[in-house]
């Protein structure tokens, strides 16, 4: 089955700093990958998506990379915002099963 | 509804007993699905519904979970004879299918359950 493994677990950066979060996925099966962003006590929130026939996609802040080829994805945050400090998942979906596979999540901190 | 409404928020069970959760999705949104999150953040899938049928049950531990979607009626998820380890927050997600791929899936903010 699809495994999806994301790095790093926690990430601590300076405001003004960009982030960046990867994951890799099993399964070249999977073809959309989600990413959500959890704040303490709240269900996850998209924030970005991109399916596999597509490279890269960015909405204002946030981008996201795929590489089909080597399975994997990145979240790229630029100019980091205290607001941006949350978890982060990653995830791999595909069409066959309904399924999102999780990444484990990334504790993002900005430090002012 | 424009969001995914769970309820109750919190719920406390001694262990043994029933907890039930429901989940009301968004209004026109014909897929639900069902995740438990565990302390060390980790999702995992739980059941999934097209309309009042189940979807996909591969993540259901059978046997004490079981979930419903009826029509004109919240979901719901229910666990019989809860143990410790279902300590959990349980989060309800909808999506609607648009030419034939899956759309965003829109969570819920979740029950936490707590067995003691």
């Known amino acids: 089955g699809e495994n999806v493994e994301q790095h790093p677990s926690t990430l601590s950066v300076q405001e003004g700093d960009s982030a960046v979060i990867k994951c890799t996925y099993s399964d070249s099966a999977s073809n959309y990958f989600p990413w959500y962003k959890q704040e303490l006590g709240k269900g996850p929130q998209l924030i970005i998506d991109i399916r596999s026939n597509v490279g890269e996609k960015k909405d204002q802040r946030i981008a996201v990379t795929l590489n089909k080829t080597a399975k994997h994805f990145s979240l790229h945050i630029t100019e980091t915002q205290p607001e941006d400090s949350a978890v982060y998942f990653c995830a791999a979906f595909m069409d066959s099963n309904y399924q999102l596979i999780w990444g484990a999540g990334t504790k993002l901190i900005i430090k002012p | 509804g424009e969001e995914v409404a769970q309820t109750p928020k919190h719920l406390v069970r001694g262990e043994g007993q029933k907890a039930k959760l429901y989940c009301a999705p968004i209004k026109g949104h014909s897929y639900v699905f069902w995740y438990q999150q565990v302390l060390k953040n980790e999702f995992k899938f739980l059941i999934s519904?097209?309309?009042?049928?189940?979807?996909?049950e591969t993540g259901m531990p059978k046997e004490r979970f079981s979930a419903k979607c009826l029509p004109n009626s919240p979901c719901s998820l229910e666990i019989q004879a809860t143990k410790l380890e279902d300590s959990a927050v349980y989060f309800c997600?909808?999506?609607?299918?648009?030419?034939?791929?899956?759309?965003?899936?829109?969570f819920g903010q979740g029950t936490r359950l707590t067995v003691v």
């Open positions: 519904f097209q309309n009042e049928n189940v979807f996909d």
């Open positions: 997600a909808s999506s609607q299918s648009v030419a034939g791929q899956l759309a965003e899936a829109f």
